[in-house]
């Protein structure tokens, strides 16, 4: 097992038998709600400070979660610098994940983010810069990452190549719209904001279909992208798209996004066909399988992921702790692509031209 780095840059000793010490920078991503939630019961986590400059924001959290007014500071760098945790995670808009890494790198401190990696691709590559110059981990978070339907789906598509070779993919990811599902205030403010989100529906949920065909491409960008957008429902959202479609493609395969705040329902799905079969992962838990000369298959709960990734906490803690290097679909490679393609589908929707990326 590699031992990590503490801050002060010696080997940390008896890594393992202690709480990870985490702090949260940021209370205006509505995850944060359920991932405190979490950490707060998770043994060998311990919650050492939250920084977000709305003191209303902490009495809010304090008094839902039932936590010290002494774990709140309304500076990340004062924070950082009183309670030196181990690891980081971001709950700020996306514009802000840059400022987040930046001053933790400068302390050697690990960072998770919410997805997606950056409002675009000058931002993304500051944080390389600065997750290299700090010699820290780098780690974006997605709900799908912890799919057991994903895991499956994996064997099935690249490790058994039940399917042959992939030829098309398409995600499906979205909800009714932040309004319409009651996010609070200071979500919907910034998931609203072109500038701190980086568009709307098309940066919200079109990031899930870019990472995990990236992810599913072994990290190969894509050649080209296209991509169009609406605004349903301008009374709603007149500054963002709440539709989003982008078209990816592959030297010998093709993706297909649809970002919506338009579903009628919530739904995460995703759908890989190959040369001679297909799988296609409803939600986090059915998978349905069909192989060359078969009928569909269905496996309802498919195999448990291993226990360091099963959850964004497990993980972090993996990697901080060295059992894990990151990688996939949360690693900082991925998501530069991941930058890259919702880049260049946010140019394709303004010039109504394909993006070409240059290699």
């Known amino acids: 097992m590699l031992a990590f780095l503490t801050p002060a840059g010696e080997p940390a000793e008896g890594t393992d038998d202690r709480p990870l010490r985490l702090a949260i920078a940021g209370l205006v991503h509505g995850h944060v709600e359920g991932f405190l939630r979490a950490a707060k019961n998770r043994p060998g986590v311990e919650i050492v400070g939250i920084a977000d400059p709305d003191a209303a924001l902490h009495r809010k959290y304090a008094q839902r979660h039932g936590l010290p007014e002494a774990l709140f500071f309304t500076d990340l760098e004062a924070m950082l610098d009183r309670v030196k945790p181990e690891a980081v995670a971001s709950f ?10 930046d001053a933790c790198a400068r302390r050697r401190i690990h960072v998770m983010m919410e997805k997606p990696l950056a409002v675009g691709v000058e931002d993304a590559r500051a944080i390389q810069r600065a997750a290299e110059s700090g010699g820290i981990r780098v780690i ?4 799908t990452t912890w799919y057991r339907s994903h895991g499956a789906l994996w064997r099935v ?17 979205g909800h009714q719209g932040p309004k ?3 996010v609070p205030d200071e979500f919907f403010a910034w998931l609203t904001d072109p500038a701190k989100n980086g568009a709307g529906a098309l940066y919200d949920f079109g990031c899930y279909g870019a990472n995990l065909m990236t992810w599913l491409m072994d990290g190969q960008p894509p050649l080209a992208v296209t991509a169009m957008t609406q605004r349903i429902k301008p009374q709603v959202y007149p500054r963002v798209d709440d539709e989003a ?3 990816v493609e592959y030297p010998k395969a093709q993706g297909i996004i649809q970002a919506s705040w338009n579903w009628p329902f919530g739904r995460k799905d995703l759908e890989v ?18 192989r060359p000369g078969q009928a569909e298959e269905e496996a309802s709960s498919p195999a448990e992921l291993p226990a360091d990734e099963r959850d964004s906490l497990a993980y972090l803690a993996a990697i901080v702790r060295g059992r894990l290097k ?6 900082l490679e991925n998501n530069l ?19 070409r990326l240059s290699r």
């Open 92 to 101: 700020t808009s996306t514009y802000d994940h840059a400022r987040v890494v």
């Open 140 to 143: 974006v978070n997605y709900e």
């Open 157 to 173: 598509m690249k490790e058994e190549r039940a399917g042959g070779e992939i030829r098309k993919m398409v995600a499906m990811d």
């Open 180 to 182: 319409e599902i009651g």
């Open 245 to 247: 479609t982008i078209l």
């Open 273 to 290: 066909y190959g040369e001679s079969g297909y799988a296609r992962a409803v939600g986090g838990n059915v998978l349905r399988v069909r």
């Open 326 to 331: 990151p990688s996939g679909l949360s690693s």
């Open 337 to 355: 692509v991941v930058s890259e393609i919702l880049e260049a589908a946010r140019e394709s929707t303004r010039t109504g031209k394909t993006v």
